[in-house]
């Protein structure tokens, strides 16, 4: 009966394509090298300081386990609010939390498009949970070429006609690509267009770009022209969970309608006054996030000339290798230097864009960026 499983696994394997789960005692010896895998953007999910004084402040009620319900039934909800309330301070929008992004972004889209004459528009490399959440409204949608505000504008032209609202949707830098969408443009294009919705992911940028990190729409000022932000709580705000930023109805329709809320059981408490700690601390860190700028530049200032077209604009770095098995072996080779750097395939990226996704952090030593381009430029890579 499992048959059709085993030979679908023993061609992944064949294509260099079959992924696998570390041991933890695999997973331990990394920790000895220098990570450019994780998203700990701020180099805070080691800042053992922070957590003991969390753990110091944390009263009772904050440090409870679990939920025991979805966020419509719990009765903890003082977590939730209170970290819901921080965000809503920080955007002057009303937020609502979700367990994951994930979980926010299929939720939301799929609650977006259920509503009749809409038509979803995303960019083409947007993050699969959007993809997913399109798929699971059964609604329409289409996509777009990368951030090319021209294919944009062709796809609302085509349908203006069928349908009364667009939800756009882009992410504003790209998790695998590292480069930021045409935020500035989108935004102008929204006020230019009545029926059109602006949902903004800022998965990586959040804690990472901006004053306070805020996101890419808060560098460019135009989170007022944003109708729903993504950000992720376990990317650089070293915790997990997601929230939406968005219009007081958006919220509501959403507590109403975003299945992904609705039928889960609710973040722990613990894990939202952690991330309320956290992201308190975050909206200071500009020195910080401006450390992680300088070390990006450097590397994908040598990175991008070799990736074909690719203009990564942040910590997310790219290298394009092209081929399943040699994108595994120069994964490998960066390791017996030291470095832990993940090699990425398809799915996740195209056939013929195999790549090494470099993720730098702000702990990073400016040393160790300058070796791994010196260990670069001497490695057989493509
Ligand atoms: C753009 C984007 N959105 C959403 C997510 C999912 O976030 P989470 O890991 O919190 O589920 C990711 C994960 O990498 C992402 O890259």
Redesign the pocket.
């Known amino acids: 009966m499992t048959d059709v499983f085993a030979s679908y696994l023993e061609r992944l394997s064949a294509e260099g394509n079959r992924r696998h789960i570390k041991s933890a005692a695999e997973a331990r010896e990394l920790w000895q090298l220098t990570d450019l895998a994780s ?1 700990d953007y701020l180099g805070l999910a080691h800042r053992h300081e922070l957590v003991a004084e969390f753990l110091a402040t944390a009263t009772a009620e904050e440090l409870q386990l679990t939920s025991s319900a979805s966020r419509l039934l719990s009765l903890r909800q003082h977590s939730h609010q209170a970290l819901e309330e921080t965000l809503a301070a920080l955007y002057g929008r009303e937020v609502l939390l979700f367990n ?6 299929v939720g939301t889209v799929s609650a977006l498009a259920a509503m009749p004459r809409t038509l979803i528009i995303a960019d083409r490399l ?2 699969a ?2 993809i997913d959440g399109m798929v699971l409204s059964r609604a329409d949608f289409r996509r777009f070429r990368h951030n090319d505000i021209e294919s944009l504008r062709a796809v609302i032209r085509q349908n203006d006609d069928r349908y009364s609202r667009f939800v756009v949707i882009v ?1 504003s830098i ?2 695998m690509d590292g480069d930021v969408a045409p935020l500035a443009e989108l935004a102008q294009l929204r006020r230019e267009n009545p029926n059109m919705l602006l949902y903004v ?1 800022e ?2 940028a959040f804690g990472v770009r901006g004053e306070r990190g805020l996101g890419v729409c808060e560098e460019l000022g135009i989170i007022d022209d944003v109708d729903v932000v ?1 950000g ?4 650089a705000a070293a915790s ?3 929230f939406v930023a968005t219009t007081p109805t958006l919220k509501e329709y959403l507590i109403n309608a975003a299945r992904s809320l609705i039928f889960s059981t609710a973040l722990p408490p613990i894990n939202c006054a952690w991330s309320r700690f956290i992201i308190e601390r975050i909206t200071a860190m500009s020195a910080e996030r401006k450390r992680l700028a300088r070390l990006s530049a450097l590397l994908y200032e040598y990175c991008n000339p070799l990736n074909g077209g690719i203009e990564s604009r942040s910590q997310i770095v790219p290298l394009v290798v092209g081929d399943a098995r040699r994108v595994v072996a120069v994964s490998d080779a960066l390791r017996q230097e030291g470095f832990v750097a993940l090699p990425i395939r398809k799915p996740t990226v195209a056939a013929g864009t195999e790549r090494i996704r470099f993720s730098l952090n702000a702990s990073l030593p400016e040393e160790e960026v300058r070796r791994l381009i010196s260990v670069l430029s001497h490695t057989e890579w493509s």
């Open positions: 998203n994951s992004g994930y979980h926010a972004n947007v993050h949970s959007i992410e790209y998790s992911d998965a990586h993504i992720t709580l376990g990317k997990s969970g997601a």
